[in-house]
């Protein structure tokens, strides 16, 4: 994979060096895919998720990270649980 998820089918994600540590994340934001599907396991809604959590992303960005998530599930289900074993500070 050359970095640029775009060019495989995602509209709305995409990789940035330095960004996140080069983790797939929202064009134009710094929220990662896993950051969305971490709120989405936890029981937030598509709906609770633009409305609460993220307010600068859309409907269609988050069902394209659960997309992402069905592609790639052994990679954000590792970044999921290293956010969850996290310390809270």
Request: include cysteine; aromatic fraction near 6%; charged fraction near 20%.
């Amino acid at each position: 994979m050359n970095g640029n998820i775009a060019s495989v089918g995602y509209r709305y994600i995409t990789r940035q060096p330095g960004v996140r540590g080069g983790h797939a994340i929202i064009e134009g934001t710094r929220v990662g895919v896993h950051d969305v599907i971490s709120l989405l396991q936890n029981g937030e809604t598509v709906d609770s998720v633009v409305i609460r959590c993220f307010p600068n992303i859309t409907r269609a960005q988050v069902y394209e990270c659960l997309s992402y998530y069905e592609d790639h599930r052994g990679e954000i289900d590792v970044l999921v649980a290293r956010q969850m074993s996290a310390p809270t500070p």
